[in-house]
């Protein structure tokens, strides 16, 4: 039974008929790994996940539960402790130089906070990859960009300097220069943080609508359930440590009776899922005896 507060908009003009996940051919997948920065705790702990190819799937949970670490470890940037990511059919070796350039070059990343350069203009920002992975003259590489910079509503600001736009349009301008390359993968990490409603809105259709127009594989990692059930084939809900505590499509995660799923997707306050990280009692980290924490 769907809930209300909850339920996903589906717009009229990115409405799809989803295939079965089980038949969709998977892209990514993360097999049986496990994670972390250092030896003092795990990021990640056993976990498994297949992206099919053409679909959108969001990686959804609270912060802190790892989601950011996946699509870092997608791309290479660091070696698993356990188990395997493969990408179309191959184990991501971290030590092989060649196999990650040429596995990066099919990537394009929305990073969490646009990581623009701030010296360059809207335009050279997302002309720099052109010019960092092609040989295109400069009239090509104009061409592209302002097309790319139309397709997110910024044409009008390619000669403006970082500086002089706002957070929600460098978000923008970030979504154009991922997509520069026409790349077959995506990879969006909370692309919806810091925009107005509207800027949201369109960045969701955006992400929909280029993923069905390229053919690309889109991730998207976000805690925001109302724009990813929107616009996603299939989705995972994290929690920590590390873990995935449900998968499947928006519809059948919608209707989970699962007390930590239905906590998240309802915002609610109260249930199994923590406020607090976990930590001795107060009263013993303040060095008060005799009273209860």
């Known amino acids: 039974m769907a809930h209300d507060n909850i339920a996903p908009r589906m717009p009229s003009d990115i409405a799809r008929t989803t295939p079965d996940h089980a038949s969709v051919d998977k892209l990514i997948e993360i097999d049986h790994v496990t994670f972390g920065y250092d030896a003092s705790r795990n990021i990640l702990s056993d976990i498994s996940m297949r992206f099919g ?15 950011t670490t996946v699509l870092r470890l997608i791309g290479g940037v660091h070696p698993v402790g356990k188990g395997k990511v493969k990408f179309d059919g191959q184990v991501i070796e971290t030590s092989n130089a060649a196999q990650l350039y040429n596995l990066r ?13 701030t010296d360059l ?14 040989d295109l003259d400069d009239t090509m590489i104009r061409d592209i960009v302002l097309m790319k910079l139309n397709a997110v509503g910024l044409r009008g600001a390619a000669k403006l300097r970082i500086s002089e736009i706002s957070g929600g349009m460098g978000r923008r301008v970030a979504l154009a220069r991922a997509m520069a390359l026409d790349p077959e993968v995506l990879l969006y990490d909370e692309p919806f943080t810091g925009l107005d409603p509207i800027a949201m ?19 998207v ?16 809900i994290m929690a920590a440590p590390g873990v995935v505590i449900a998968h499947g499509r928006p519809d059948e995660l919608d209707a989970s009776n699962d007390p930590q799923v239905r906590q998240f997707l309802r915002g609610e306050p109260d249930g199994p899922v923590p406020f607090h990280y976990p ?7 303040l060095g008060l005896r005799g009273t209860r924490a």
Not at 121 to 134: G, I
Not at 279 to 285: E, R, V
């Open 121 to 134: 203009s809207v335009f050279e920002n997302v002309a720099f990859p052109l010019r960092e992975h092609t």
């Open 279 to 285: 930590a001795p009692p107060l009263a013993q980290d």
């Open 53 to 67: 190819r053409g679909q959108v799937t969001a990686i959804l949970g609270g912060s802190g539960c790892g989601k």
């Open 221 to 236: 990692v976000s805690h925001d359930v109302h724009e990813c059930f929107a616009i996603c084939d299939y989705a995972y």
């Open 105 to 117: 070059r099919r990537l394009g990343m929305l990073f969490q906070f646009g990581a623009l350069f």
């Open 201 to 219: 809105g369109v960045t969701a259709n955006l992400i929909r609508k280029l993923n069905d127009a390229t053919g690309a594989t889109s991730l």
